[in-house]
């Protein structure tokens, strides 16, 4: 009767121990922590003489000692020559083979018993298993034979179930720690080729924009250079016109002084905007208009009338588009009104929905198509309205004359 009173002491003793131990156990969050949780707040409290708990390394060929309670600690968290077993020797080693615990009441009688640092009679291994897998070995050894009992493999296998969960919890936490240190690591070196990149690209874009300054430079230069060439061109055509004494021949001077100047007005636009790429339509027409009324001494008696929406061409298409324009001027100019008739042009420009229309009309004295068609002019507004695939239009009665042109944007 009185040993089941002591048993049942010993047990109520053991649940206070696991109770205690586990509540310990809550605060712990490494590998380090768990194991040496079980020899200061568990074994510390069984009367044991010593106890050494054991992992496998990631090889899983050896047992490393990890925590110790009795003469192997020597101070808090410090072990006394921490040994290494091979998996496989002495008992601790055979238990991490076959996940099973032991209890050996002899250990002068057992061949496998290895001595750590002095010969004792008890010992008791038991696994720390994971998912099967045995992890580790807690290991007590007693001076005494018999001196552990079923009681004690017990309270070590709860001991051992428990820290077994908490060195998973401690791993899966360590790896998402490695995992993040990681992502970290890649993250500032993405950081850092980025900011190396961004970087080149802006070393790279300044590069870019002084060159582009230097081309636009170099092109405002060749434009202007040109357009000094062209006028050089108009002064010797008129140089040569005043030397002549007939006034047709005076004409065909001034015709190619117009179209000559038509070319260059392209060229002193390019010159003076800041976008060499593209012309303004409206100011392109109202300078060529300007420069031929001038020349032809017609601003006194023919009004002109501007009726131009704003659009853009390329260089490509300004050049015909104002040799087109000039030619039919010219037309208007030379043969719409006689010398004491004055009148009215109307020049307009409208963006359809896919086509560019262009539109002069007159309120002269209109005239016959079958001659006025085999002039060098209307020759001419032919061949460029085709580059352009454009389509022109004319027609002519005593109300005047009216000419469209139309061609794709």
Known sequence: ????????????????????????????????????????????????ADCVVYLVDSSGEFLIQKAAYGPKNEGDFDIKNPLKLRVGQGICGHVAITGVSECVNDTSNDPRYTVDDSVRLSEIAVPILSQGKVIGVIDSEHPDKNFYSSQDIEILETVAAMVSVKIDQALALERLANHKDELEKQVEASTRELQETIEELR???????????????????IHHRVKNNLQLVTSLLNLHANRLAKEEERFVFRDCQSRIKSMSAVHEQLYQKGNLSKIDVKEYIEEICKELFFSYRSEEVIKLRLNLDKYHFDIEKSIPFGLILNELIVNVLKHAFPSSHGGIVSIGLKELSDSIELSISDDGVGFDATGQYTTMGLDLVDTLVSQVDGECTIVSGEWGTKCNVVFPK
Not at 12 to 26: M, Q
Not at 203 to 221: M, V
């Open 203 to 221: 070393a790279s874009h300044a590069q870019i924009e002084q060159r582009n300054k230097e081309k636009e430079t170099l092109l405002r230069e």
């Open 1 to 48: 009767m009185g040993e089941n009173i002591e048993a049942i002491k010993r047990k109520a003793y053991f649940l206070e121990v696991v109770n205690d131990f586990s509540s310990r156990l809550l605060h712990v969050n490494t590998v380090d922590g768990a194991v040496w949780a079980i020899t200061k707040y568990a074994v510390s409290r069984l009367s044991y």
